[in-house]
């Protein structure tokens, strides 16, 4: 009988407080995001529907490199699992409507490499509600059942039906010491003033696991804090260089394809520059061979003409001898003598009109002879006109094939089923000053994010199917309408602890 294969999944187990700053090398980026991503899309991290969409456009720039019209068409995204299944049923939306808006973002990511976008999408995802929150649950002194958070920045209760927004948060500078006694667990805060927080878990087994994610979480806060080894900051040197070197890298291939394109689009302009100047010259020859034709049609004509006024001339010089003749004739009777007169001004009128027609030709002779005259001069500026094109097209030709395309751990001791941690620093003060500063430049990083994530929202809001929303939705977009965060939230039950635990 054949056995079913078993996947194992290597995670992460303490997650970065600042990804940017502490995934040094490159291939634990790549890993850290790949969990992440998943974590998200099994709805194991909550993500509002905008930064999902944001996210996801983060992560196809990540797959698929820069948005290109021609290569990424519509239905390129089909196959892909871009966003959780919670966030396409609480709209009304088609597969192809949520690939529009994750392109629109997509194609604003233009320049950013793989290492980049990964990058980019573990800054956002950093600032969610449930990033790097371990929960267990636990029972207070009372009975009630509640949830415990362990992250990067300290220990949170919560209200089991609300894992985004704690009851109360111990930050890890403010905690003294935590302690577990069979199932019994212990909170001793900083400040002596406020009470002990205990609470009882399900198994021995999962106190001693909170107490480990306490301790590794709590070395890492400190860690952040100091300066770094000489070991980590070696490595964040070579991680620096080779990030560098790969920019330089990019910018290169970047130049190369610049110039490339340059190339083509100035070689593009020249043939078609080229194609331009072979038209013309084609025109001009055409022009030209009609200037000839034209030429010696005038040059017949006006030969035509001119002959014809020469005979019109011998006719009127014959028309005025027979005047002259008829003149001299003599008329004996009196009709004979008005018949004469009749004939002699027959006679004049004829010889007057062959003069007047005769005139007439010789200045359609002359008119002939000019425009013979100015087609020749047409003929001989088409002719240069030619000439000109001709050299251009050479030097052009030239110049087209001339141009080339630019190829240390604290101590602990576990006695019997009993466990104390004690948490040591002698700067607290400064710790806490330097979290309140991290936490300001947070706040001014966010706000452009939000800003688009706002527009987003309220494009799609009219879309959204009210009575899909679950309970995260719901209480995500309270803590939005109150202007609470993931930082300022901590901020506001940490000052509120006292209050609740008296």
């Known amino acids: 009988m054949a056995l079913e294969p078993v996947t194992f999944h290597f995670l992460a187990k303490f997650y970065p407080e600042n990804a940017e700053e502490e995934l040094v090398q490159e291939i634990t980026q790549h890993l850290f995001f790949l969990q992440v991503k998943k974590q998200i899309l099994d709805e194991k991290i909550y993500c509002p529907p905008e930064a999902s969409v944001l996210l996801a456009s983060y992560a196809v720039q990540a797959k698929y490199g820069d948005y290109d019209p021609n290569v990424h068409k519509r239905g390129f995204l089909a196959q892909e699992e871009l966003l959780p299944k919670r966030v396409i049923n609480l709209y009304q939306m088609t597969p192809e409507m949520w690939e529009e808006r994750i392109t629109a973002w997509y194609a604003e990511h233009r320049g950013r490499a793989r290492d980049e976008a990964e990058m980019e999408y573990l800054k956002i995802a950093q600032d969610l509600e449930m990033y790097?929150?371990?929960?267990?649950?636990?029972?207070?002194?009372?009975?009630?059942?509640?949830?415990?958070?362990?992250d990067a920045l300290g220990l949170h209760i919560y209200d089991p039906d609300n894992r985004l927004t704690p009851k109360i948060s111990f930050p890890w500078n403010e905690i003294r010491n935590i302690s577990y006694s069979d199932k019994e667990f212990t909170i001793k805060p900083l400040d002596k003033k406020i009470d002990v927080f205990k609470f009882n878990s399900s198994k021995l087994r999962v106190n001693k696991l909170i107490l480990q994610l306490c301790i590794g979480n709590h070395d890492l806060f400190m860690r952040r804090r100091k300066a770094d080894s000489l070991e980590v900051q070696q490595m964040k040197a070579q991680a620096r260089e080779e990030k560098a070197r790969k920019q330089m890298e990019r910018q290169r291939l970047a130049r190369e394809k610049q110039m490339r394109e340059e190339a083509e689009r100035k070689r593009d302009e020249l043939e078609r520059r080229l194609m331009q100047l072979k038209e013309e010259a084609t025109m001009a020859n055409e022009a030209l061979m009609r200037s000839e034709e034209t030429a010696d049609l005038l040059a017949e004509k006006?030969?035509?003409?001119?002959?014809?006024?020469?005979?019109?001339?011998q006719k009127a010089a014959e028309a005025e001898q027979e005047m002259q003749r008829i003149k001299a004739t003599a008329i004996r009777t009196e009709e004979e003598k008005r018949l004469m007169e009749q004939k002699v001004l027959e006679a004049e009128m004829l010889a007057l009109k062959m003069a007047e027609e005769s005139e007439r030709r010789a200045k359609e002779a002359d008119q002939l002879k000019q425009d013979l005259q100015e087609a020749r001069e047409s003929e001989r500026r088409a002719k240069q006109k030619l000439l000109e094109i001709t050299s251009k097209s050479s030097y052009t030709s030239m110049n087209s094939s001339t141009t080339a395309l630019p190829t240390d751990l604290p101590s602990f001791n576990l006695?019997?089923?009993s466990?104390?941690?004690?948490?040591?620093?002698?700067?607290?003060?400064?710790?806490?000053?330097?979290?309140?500063?991290?936490?300001?430049?947070?706040?001014?990083?966010?706000?452009?994010?939000?800003?688009?994530?706002?527009?987003?929202?309220?494009?799609?809001?009219?879309?959204?199917?009210?009575?899909?929303e679950t309970a995260l939705d719901i209480l995500h977009n309270e803590n939005g309408s109150r202007g609470n965060s993931k930082h300022n939230t901590i901020k506001k039950v940490s000052e509120g602890s006292s209050l609740y635990l008296a």
């Open 132 to 150: 790097g929150v371990n929960y267990f649950a636990i029972r207070n002194k009372k009975g009630t059942e509640l949830l415990l958070g362990v």
């Open 419 to 468: 466990l104390s941690f004690d948490f040591k620093d002698t700067d607290m003060k400064r710790l806490s000053m330097e979290i309140e500063k991290e936490k300001v430049e947070y706040m001014e990083k966010s706000k452009h994010l939000q800003e688009q994530l706002n527009e987003l929202k309220t494009e799609i809001e009219a879309l959204k199917l009210k009575e899909r």
């Open 415 to 417: 006695i019997s089923e």
């Open 302 to 313: 006006a030969q035509i003409t001119e002959e014809e006024a020469k005979l019109l001339a």
